[in-house]
């Protein structure tokens, strides 16, 4: 049974050092500046009445999971703010902001999907998803895009065609895109899910429970709620939390 065991553990660390080998830097997608900016907008404007915090009823179960959650004993990468748990066929990408070579997230392509998350500081007892989700959807609309607000796995979340703007500052046609965001304590989780998974969500099961599989690390540093927490390049495979 320890044999078993061990040589399991062994292959997740073999599984979770490619996955830290073979990472990709690259710049923020049109998705994640537009969540960004409308992040941005939220300076202007007052904060709906809704401050309850959005999260499936299971989460500290099946996650996401706050880092004193997590007691599994698995490699885990450590991106900072968050931990990411490798698997077979994922590939890890770190988006950076070209003038402040700040990471501003984390990109993850699997099973013919994106999904990019996004770590916040958050307030301990209200939530940040009902207003970002509502300024997340008029910004697309103001860049001509369609929105849907729908219950899914996690709660709340933003079926959107996104405008695809070309070379030439033209709109030359559109994406699918969902935007899913899940309150936890002190920390707010939000995710960008492109490709299949996007185009079929009936079929995502398999980049649900990536994003499920995702630990928030809030950390003690006091932070304003909304700022991003920290990101930084894989230090290394943790083999514990």
């Known amino acids: 049974m320890r044999i078993g065991r061990r040589k399991r553990d062994e292959v997740e660390v073999e599984v979770a050092e490619a996955v830290v080998d073979d990472v990709e830097v690259a710049g923020p997608t049109p998705e994640i500046e537009l969540a960004d900016d409308a992040d941005a907008g939220l300076d202007e404007v007052l904060a709906t009445e809704s401050t309850d915090k959005s999260a499936p009823a299971d989460r ?5 999971l706050d880092e004193t959650e997590a007691n599994l004993v698995r490699p885990y990468v ?8 490798p698997r077979e066929g994922l590939h890890l990408r770190l988006e ?3 003038d402040s070579k700040r990471v501003v997230a984390v990109g993850l392509d699997f099973d013919e999907s994106t999904l990019q998350v996004q770590p916040f ?3 301990r007892t209200t939530g940040l998803w009902h207003e970002i989700r509502a300024q997340i959807a008029e910004q697309i609309e103001q860049q001509g895009g369609v929105v849907t607000e729908v219950d899914g796995p996690f709660g709340p979340e933003l079926r959107a065609q996104v405008p695809v703007v070309g070379g030439a500052g033209v709109t030359d046609g559109v994406r699918a895109a969902r935007f899913v965001g899940v309150d936890g ?4 989780l939000r995710g960008v899910i492109a490709g299949k ?3 079929r969500p009936e079929d995502s099961a398999d980049i649900e429970e990536l994003f499920r599989s995702v630990v928030v690390v809030r950390g003690t540093t006091p932070m304003p709620p909304r700022d991003l927490i920290p ?3 894989p230090k290394s495979t943790q083999s514990t939390i």
């Open 96 to 98: 950076v902001e070209e």
């Open 60 to 64: 500290s179960e099946n996650g996401p």
């Open 185 to 188: 304590p002190r920390w707010f």
């Open 197 to 199: 998974a996007a185009d």
């Open 78 to 85: 450590d991106l900072g703010g968050v931990k990411i748990l």
């Open 231 to 233: 990101l930084h390049m």
């Open 121 to 123: 500081a958050a307030p």
